[in-house]
């Protein structure tokens, strides 16, 4: 057989974050002592009353098929909590529960894109992103945001990226990796642009219970009725209820779309695992307190160690507003260490100062490392230490 692969897998890239990870994670079983800084998800458990609920349903014998979009009961809470938290109604057509927010993300790109098909997507992105499009034989517009502008791109970087044959927008606020806020004035622009050029708006808001300081999510479908019906909400329980390994996510949106997805899942997935839905399903009607437990956690920690990373050498950091990571621009500590690149600067982190972060060259970004703050602040101080001392031992300027 002279050809294994197909040709929309053979240009895949591999998962960056997945893959640092993997590595940090194999020197550490190794007995080496290295930090992770990589990981995109809390490191708290999920909380005991969810825990319950899971095993609860497995005892009552709840482990058989569900319907493929999800339990009817679970999307009813989701409805529930979209209502309670952005007053915005849907019904169950127009709700689907999936494999996590990363399955149905994939799972709607295959549903509304032909090749071809353009999907703006703002750099810096989601790893995900431009691959998840690709496989559905679109292409990714990159439209590119700098720290000047705060890493969010404008109504007019949109209107200016607009072809003929652009399908959709990606939001993702707050944002992975750059932890930023699209306010309600930058959204109502770009949900005019959407207007214009009736482009679907794919709002990715998976971190939107973990936002610090004054901030307030908002979601673009609140807007107006145009921009609701032009919008699908992803969301999920991994990182607002610590559930990343659960894997239940959903999309909220529009109900011809969703009913092709549900058509879809149906031939691929069957349905979202039984013991998750009604593991979610406690998350979103229980007792909430867990969740801000751990969002003022986060923000604390934040509040700790921005000032130190700051301080790094070279390091050049934009305070972030959601989500739990930071993305400094490194260039001149590349530089003045010695190193072509932050790819080669971010091994000899993991290598030399035993420190795992992520190159930004995933994300889109070339002269910036992520860093996770989802783990413990104690480590993650002890991190920045060896990353600063790193950098001012191999200084060269």
């Known amino acids: 057989m002279t050809k294994k692969l197909s040709a929309r897998v053979s240009t895949l890239t591999p998962s960056t974050t997945l893959a640092i990870t993997a590595k940090a994670k194999e020197m550490k079983e190794s007995g080496i002592d290295v930090i992770g800084l990589g990981a995109g998800e809390p ?11 899971a095993y609860n349903s497995m005892k009552e014998g709840k482990t058989k098929y569900t319907p493929s979009g999800g339990l009817p009961t679970l999307k009813d809470a989701v409805i529930n909590k979209l209502k309670r938290d952005q ?97 309600r004035e930058e959204l109502s622009k770009i949900a005019d642009v959407c207007q214009e050029a009736d482009l679907w ?35 999920g329980v991994s990182k607002s209820h610590s559930m990343t390994g659960w894997r239940i996510g959903y999309i909220a949106g529009d109900e011809e779309v969703v009913g092709a997805m549900t058509n879809l899942a149906s031939h691929s997935t069957s349905n979202p695992t039984t013991t998750s839905q009604y593991a979610a399903l406690e998350a979103y009607n229980g007792p909430q307190e867990a969740v801000e437990e751990m969002r003022k956690d ?48 971010a091994e000899a982190l993991l290598t030399e100062a035993k420190v795992a972060v992520i190159p930004g060259s995933g994300f889109g970004s070339p002269d910036t490392i992520r860093l996770s703050y989802a783990t413990s602040i104690d480590l993650i101080e002890e991190a920045i230490k060896r990353i600063r001392k790193f950098v001012e031992d191999n200084w060269k300027e």
Do not use: C
């Not at 549903?111 to 989601?126: F, H, K, N, R, T």
């Not at 990714?140 to 705060?150: D, L, Q």
């Not at 986060?298 to 700051?310: A, V």
């Open 298 to 345: 986060f923000e604390s920690r934040l509040e700790r160690i921005y000032p130190q990373l700051s301080a790094i050498p070279g390091f050049h950091v934009i305070k972030p507003q959601g989500a739990f990571y930071l993305l400094p621009e490194v260039s001149e500590a590349v530089k003045n260490t010695g190193y072509d690149n932050v790819d080669d600067f």
């Open 87 to 183: 007053d915005l109604t849907y019904s169950r057509k127009e709700v689907m529960i999936g494999i996590g927010a990363k399955h149905i993300l994939y799972t709607l790109f295959q549903a509304i894109l032909d090749p071809g098909d353009e999907v703006i997507v703002p750099s810096p992105y989601w790893v995900s992103y431009p691959e998840q499009i690709k496989l559905a034989g679109g292409v990714p517009v990159i439209v590119e945001a700098t720290a000047e502008s705060h890493f969010k791109v404008t109504a007019e970087q949109i209107r200016n990226a607009v072809t003929p044959k652009t399908k959709a927008v990606i939001i993702n606020s707050p944002g992975n990796p750059t932890g930023m806020i699209y306010n």
């Open 201 to 235: 708006i794919v709002s990715d808001e998976i971190y939107e219970k973990l936002i610090y300081g004054e901030k307030r999510h908002v979601s673009i479908a609140q807007l107006s009725k145009d921009a609701k019906k032009r919008t699908f909400i992803i969301n």
């Open 43 to 53: 490191d708290y458990n999920t909380p005991e009353n969810i825990l319950t609920a």
